[in-house]
C-alpha cells in the first residue's frame, strides 16, 4: 500500500532542485517557459525531444545553458547534407606510431546533444542518431560503446526552407518522446532578451546540480503515483486517435490516416509523471496530462489528404480530442 | 318368284336414294368433281351475343398445278368487322394445295347478318379463262343483353377482387427485411457507442439545473457513500454533480474541463471570490481524494458537500421584482 502522503511530502522535499534549476536557466533564456519545461520533461523521464521553431529562439542557447547548469557534457552537432554517420558517432584512427587503430569518439559521446537541422541530413546519419537514441550505446570498428547518462537528445527542425531536406518517416519520429514547437517570444520577453544582450556581460548559469542528481531524480519521477482514473483518461486519449467514432469522435474518423502508437500511452504517462514532479507533486493530475499531451501526440497522428485540404492539423485534431473525452 | 321381283324393286329404290343423295350432298359443299377444287368458308358458331368474337376458317383445296388467287378480304364486310387475320397458310400434299385463312370477326350492331360468299378466281388450264368459284354464304345472329324493365336501375359492379400473387407481395417483403437489417444496425451501433455521460442522459431541458443538482446531492448524502469507506466514489459523484450543473447551467464544458480549468471559467462569469474561494478548496479535496488516495476528515467530507450546496443554491438564477424578466446572480 502505497501512502501517498508520505510520497508527496518526499517528493515535495526532495524536488526543491527543480525550482533552483529552472530559477538559474531563466537567468539566460527569457521567456520560453514550456520549452525549458518540457526539455525538463524529457530530461527526467529519460525521453528525447525534437524542437520545431524558426531560426533564433534561443533553441541551442536553451540546452546549452541546462548542460552548464547540471554540470553535464554538451556537443552541438549542425546536421548537413554531406554529413557521415561516423562524423557522428566516432571512427577508427589508424596510429602509425603504435601501428594499431585507435577509436577516435564522436560528438554523440556527450550527455546532453543538439541535432540541429536533423532533417538536413541524409537518412543514413538520421538512422545513425536514431540507432543510438534507442540503444544508448555506439559500435564503432568492433567494439561497443554505452553512451553516458543522462542521454538526451534534442533535434531541432527549421519549419521553413524545406528544399533539399530529409524529413524524418514517422517510424523515427515515433522515437522523440516530445515534439515541441516553440514560437516568438512576447513584446517584454524580447525587450529584455535585447537589453540581456546588448550589457557589457550577458549573464551566465553557475552549475547547480551534476548528472547524477538528474539519475536521482528519475528515480523519483517512477514514484510519482498515477491513479488508475489517470491511466483510464490516457488510454481514452490514445484510443481515440485510433478509433475516433468510439469516444463521439465521427468528424476526425476521415482526418486521422493512422493513430498514435503504444509508445504514445508509455510516453504519456511517463511526460505526465515528470510534469508532476516539476509540479513537484507526488502524484499526477488531469491537468498533467492535458499539459504535455500536446507535446507526445502532435507528431504521433498521421492525417489524411482531406485534413492537409482543410487545413487542419494534429493541434486541431489533439485539441477536438482534449474538448471531447471527459476528464475523471 | 313374287318375292324374287319384290327384293330386285326394293333394291332399285336403295340404289336411287343413295344417287340422289350423293347428287345432292355434292352440289351443296361446292365440290367440283370435274375440276377438284374445293372451297370451304365456316364459323364456329351463328348466335352469339353483341361484341362477341367468332372464327371465320377460310379453305380451298385445288390440284397444284392450277393457277388460283385467295379472296382478298376488307376490314369490314358490311356491319361485321375484322377484328385479326392470319396470314395465307398454303400446304402441299401429293398433287394437291391447300389454302387456309382464319379470321376473328365480330359486330357491335344487333341483328341477322350475312357473311357473303368468298370468290377465289382460279384460270383453266387448257383455255387460260378466269372462272369464279364461290363458297357458300353463312348466316350470323348478333343478340343484344335482354334488359328487364321491370328491374332496378343498379349501380356499376365494384372492380373484381383480384387474387394476389406472391410476386405483388415481393418488394413488400424486400422492404421489410430492409427496414429490419437497418433498424438492427442502428441497434447494434447504438449499443457499441460510448454510452453518454450518467449524469447527462436522463436530462429533462424543462427542469431547471439546479433542481437536478440539488436533487442529485440529497441523493447522494442519502447514499452515505464516505460514511461506507466509499470515499473515491463519493467524490467521483460529488464533482460529477457540480460540472454537470455547471454545463448546464452556464454552458461551459466543465465535464472535459480539469478543475483548475473549471475554475478559470468561473472566475470569468465575475462570481462571488469566497464561493470561487470554497469551490477551489473543494475541488482540490476531491483531486486528492481521486488522484492520490487521500483520506479527508469528516469535517471535510461536510465542508466539500455544503460547498456543492452551497455554490448550486447562490448560482440560481433570480427573479427581478420589478421586471419579469429573470437575472443571473
Known sequence: MIDIKELNDRIQSESVFIDVLVKEIARVIIGQKAMIDRILVGLLSNG???????????????????????????????????LLPADLTGTMIYNQRHEQFTVRKGPIFANLILADEINRAPAKVQSALLEAMQERQVTIGEETFKLEEPFLVLATQNPIEQEGTYPLPEAQVDRFMLKIVITYPSKEEERIIMRNNLATEFPSVNPILNPQDILKARELVKDVYMDEKIENYILDIVFSTRKPSEFKLEKLQQLISFGASPRASIYLALASKAFALIKRRGFVIPEDVRAVCHDVLRHRIGLTYEAEAENINSEDIINEILNTIEVP | MKKIQNYNKHRKTKYRFIISTLILVLFSSN????????????????????????????????????????????????????????????????????????????????????????????????????????????????????????????????????????????PYIIGLLLLALTIYLVIQFLKRRKPKHKLLQDYDPKIPPHIIALDELRKLNDEKLWQKGEIKLYYTKLTDIIRTYIERRFNIMALEMTSDEILYELEKLNLDNGLIETSRKMYQIADLVKFAKFLPLPDEHSFCFNSAVEFVKSTIPVEISNGNKKEDK
Do not use: C
Open chain 2, 31 to 170: 365440290i367440283l368433281l370435274s375440276l377438284d377444287i374445293q372451297t370451304n368458308a365456316k364459323i364456329d358458331t351463328n348466335d352469339v351475343l353483341i361484341g362477341d368474337q367468332i372464327k371465320l376458317s377460310l379453305e380451298v383445296i385445288f390440284p397444284k398445278n392450277l393457277r388460283l388467287n385467295f379472296p382478298t378480304i376488307p376490314d369490314t364486310i358490311g356491319k361485321i368487322e375484322i377484328l385479326a387475320r392470319t396470314p395465307i397458310d398454303t400446304i402441299d400434299s401429293n398433287a394437291q394445295r391447300i389454302m387456309r385463312q382464319n379470321l376473328i370477326i365480330t359486330s357491335f350492331d344487333s341483328g341477322y347478318f350475312e357473311i357473303p360468299p368468298f370468290y377465289f378466281i382460279y384460270e383453266k388450264e387448257d383455255t387460260k379463262e378466269l372462272y369464279p368459284i364461290a363458297t357458300s354464304p353463312l348466316m350470323v345472329k348478333f343478340s343484344t343483353i335482354p334488359i328487364d324493365t321491370a328491374d332496378t336501375i343498379r349501380d356499376i359492379k365494384p372492380p373484381l377482387d383480384v387474387p394476389y400473387t406472391f410476386e405483388e407481395f415481393l
Open chain 1, 48 to 82: 528525447h525531444i525534437l524542437i520545431e521553431g524558426v531560426p533564433g529562439l534561443a533553441k541551442t542557447l536553451a540546452i546549452k545553458t541546462l548542460a552548464s547548469a547540471i554540470n553535464a557534457k554538451f556537443s552541438r552537432i549542425q546536421f548537413t547534407p554531406d
